[in-house]
């Protein structure tokens, strides 16, 4: 069977990264996840990654502070994680450049769309840090942001839940689960998989997605060989 995609955009929450302990980064879900990015990269995908950074900070801790200052302060938990990432990765020989929406030359290279769509054609794995740069706007939205300017043939979003549904299934054991929905029906019953400014850029973009459990990443395998695990989200399905 042939691979269904070329070129993809991972999106992993920094809150999965914490596992069980709730903060900071658990080495061994690292390693997990890290080892199934090897197995795609070993197969000759391109490899985008958006880390998020709710491991470290999420979002203001009181109403006294100031969202923007709020904001900076996850974009700055988000290159610790992609930092982590890119040890891992390159750890197990996968060659890995981390690009950050805010300068740190010290430490990573600037966002350079060309740059990164060249470090991908030379089967470079590329995290994105620090969201697209500015407040307001979720590592969500710096995905598919991310995802349309490297033309992603999907976003793979890896998630503390397995798929979409109705309700939250922790809360709500009758949840229905959906095996596709499209982005409009997302947006108009307001299910959260990812913020409405996130949703609507896949939507007009036309960029399918695919939500799926984090604790389970051998789904990335599955979701590139043509299996059907979690859901799919679309414009039209």
């Known amino acids: 069977m042939g691979l269904r995609f070329k070129r993809i955009m991972l999106k992993i929450s920094g809150e999965a990264l914490s596992a069980k302990q ?127 300017e490297i033309d992603a043939d999907v976003i793979l979003l890896a998630k503390n839940v397995d798929a979409v549904y109705d309700s939250d299934p922790k809360k709500n054991p009758d949840a229905k689960r959906f095996d596709k929905i499209s982005y409009f029906e997302v947006l108009q019953r307001q299910l959260g998989v990812m913020d409405s400014t996130a949703t609507s850029l ?11 459990s984090i604790n389970e990443p051998e789904n990335i395998i599955k979701v590139l060989n043509g299996e059907n695990v979690g859901t799919f989200v679309a414009r039209e399905v």
């Open 22 to 148: 709730g903060f900071g980064i658990n080495s061994e879900v690292l390693g997990n996840i890290s080892d199934k990015v090897k197995s795609a990269w070993d197969l000759g995908i391109e490899i985008g990654i958006v880390v998020g950074g709710g491991n470290f900070w999420r979002g203001r801790s009181s109403n006294d502070m100031d969202r923007t200052t709020a904001d900076h302060m996850g974009m700055l938990a988000t290159i610790m994680n992609s930092l982590a990432l890119q040890d891992a990765l390159e750890s197990r020989g996968v060659p890995t450049r981390v690009q950050t929406a805010i300068d740190m030359p010290r430490i990573a290279e600037p966002y350079i769309r060309r740059k990164a769509v060249r470090h991908l054609e030379k089967n470079r794995v590329v995290i994105f840090a620090c969201g697209t740069g500015n407040p307001y706007f979720s590592t969500d939205t710096a995905a598919a942001l991310r995802a349309a």
């Open 202 to 212: 896949c939507m007009d973009n036309n960029i399918p997605l695919m939500v799926f």
